[in-house]
């Protein structure tokens, strides 16, 4: 409990969550690093070592990794489809944060180093269907995952499996499928699909309108992980034996229009789509087979979207029913 703990985007949705986690748990020295000045953190503790750095840069991550026993590593340049699709360089640069964080960890001898790789790892043609097959953690090759963002997870996923064959240095990856919840990005251009969908269904009600845009016909098929599974499946993967990517995802199926119909359920309304086909759309169905979590770490995600969705929705329409001044914009 008194070894140091570095958790790398510790400013971010799963990074602040997993610090407030972490603490819950007794853990009482905990080093959080995030690029972002402190007030735009989404959460922030003051029991914290917190540190701003920008940790593209080598010299950054020492400093961030010094003493450490354990790295979590959920820094990354990301957003959800709407941002990874019109900044694929961005996305790539985020190989240096891992890259040099992964020197860092192994030149400080961190003992066990976390990496949160995603499900935009597997191959797009594994995901041209609704009814797409569920993946296993073996469909990411042969390769083609999502053009930039997925690339630079690939890749640096092969990076921990790397250091640690060649350094010694234990590595664990996640690959996450779709997390949402309270305490994360629903405005601004790199929120993902329940927070937009909260974010669209409250505006509308607040201004009194009874249409909204959809992205795409609404027929594209996701699974979306609550925050609450995030976290236990991430620290369940990094106390494990358990050494090749995993899939940290929901199985439950959903379509974009289900998505909707369980947020309007939420607020008590019914709205007319209006849909988009020229928004950014990314593949056409995508769930996880969550067969080897089940066998590996003898759990899997079951939070139930409807559930999750009432917490997420609830949280996000207090921040932006707030009375001027105390709103926080969150870029
Ligand atoms: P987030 O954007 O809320 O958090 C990432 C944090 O990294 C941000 O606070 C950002 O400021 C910080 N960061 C970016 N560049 C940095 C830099 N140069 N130096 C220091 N900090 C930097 O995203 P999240 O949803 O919390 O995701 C955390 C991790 O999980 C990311 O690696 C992401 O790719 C991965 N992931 C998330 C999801 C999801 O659905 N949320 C799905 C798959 C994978």
Wanted: contains cysteine.
């Amino acid at each position: 409990m008194d070894d140091l703990i570095v958790v790398a985007g510790a400013g971010g949705f799963i990074g602040g969550h997993l610090v407030a986690d972490l603490l819950r748990s007794g853990h009482g020295r905990i080093r959080g690093v995030d690029i972002k000045p402190f007030d735009e953190w989404f959460q922030r503790s003051p029991e914290i070592d917190s540190r701003r750095l920008d940790l593209r840069g080598r010299d950054a991550c020492l400093e961030a990794v010094a003493g450490a026993r354990q790295v979590y590593n959920l820094a990354s340049d990301m957003g959800g489809m709407g941002f990874i699709e019109t900044h694929k360089a961005e996305c790539m640069l985020s190989v240096l944060i891992n890259t040099h964080m992964l020197v860092a960890a192994r030149d400080a001898g961190v003992e066990r180093y976390f990496y949160s790789s995603s499900a935009c790892v597997y191959a797009a043609d594994k995901q041209t269907t609704t009814d797409v097959t569920p993946l296993r953690e073996e469909d990411a090759y042969p390769a083609m995952p999502e053009d930039g963002y997925g690339w630079e997870k690939l890749f640096s996923e092969r990076m921990c499996r790397h250091f640690r064959e060649d350094f010694g240095l234990e590595t664990r990856v996640s690959r996450y499928h779709n997390v949402y919840g309270p305490h994360g990005t629903f405005e601004g251009g790199r929120e993902k699909a329940p927070a937009a969908m909260c974010r669209k269904v409250i505006a509308a009600t607040l201004a009194g309108a009874d249409e909204i845009e959809i992205w795409g016909d609404g027929q594209q098929t996701r699974s979306f992980m609550y925050i609450d599974d995030c976290l236990y499946g991430t620290r369940a993967l990094m106390a494990s034996t358990v050494r090749e990517p995993l899939n940290i995802g929901s199985d439950e199926l959903v379509t974009i229009n289900e998505l909707l119909d369980i947020v309007e359920d939420i607020a008590g309304v019914t709205l007319r789509r209006r849909y988009n086909p020229n928004a950014p759309l990314g593949v056409r169905g995508r769930s996880s087979d969550n067969t080897r979590i089940r066998q590996t770490l003898g759990w899997a995600p079951s939070i139930r979207l409807r559930d999750g969705m009432e917490h997420t929705y609830r949280w996000i329409h207090q921040q932006m029913t707030m009375p001027a001044g105390q709103r926080r914009v969150y870029a």
